[in-house]
């Protein structure tokens, strides 16, 4: 028995957004989403590699069966670098990984660093 393998979109516009000892990841709907579709959002616990999908060691699922775009992310240690990908799930194929956000949470400052891969 063959199968088939369909390429689905990504999910776009991946954003974080620092909050206290967390953040709030959001991400734009694909072009072919329709229901049923879920999303899962992967974290590592480091600055992001230069590509999305290029390092696969290290990488941690942290939330699966989503189906808003926005995940908060919490108990995250100040003074951390963390980097995020989300992925889309479509009758049990998942989508190729978003593009890469990442941010460290600083103390006593609204600043952060962002570092984005493709």
């Known amino acids: 028995m063959r199968r088939l393998l369909l ?3 990504l999910a776009t ?3 974080a957004q ?7 990841i959001s ?24 590509q999305a999908g290029a390092q696969t060691l290290g990488w941690s699922q942290i939330a699966t069966g989503l189906t ?7 108990n995250l240690a100040v ?11 479509q ?11 990442g941010l460290t949470l600083l103390p006593n400052s609204p600043t952060i660093t962002i570092q984005q891969g493709d």
């Open 79 to 89: 003074g951390k670098t963390y980097c995020w990908m989300v992925t889309q799930r």
């Open 27 to 50: 991400w734009s709907t694909p072009a072919d989403a329709t229901t049923g579709t879920t999303y899962e959002v992967w974290r590592l616990n480091t600055a992001c590699p230069g």
């Open 13 to 15: 516009t991946l954003a």
């Open 18 to 24: 620092p909050a206290p000892h967390s953040a709030i």
């Open 91 to 101: 009758n049990g194929v998942r989508s190729y990984p978003s593009n890469l956000i």
């Open 7 to 9: 390429a689905l979109a």
């Open 68 to 74: 808003a775009t926005t995940y908060t992310d919490t």
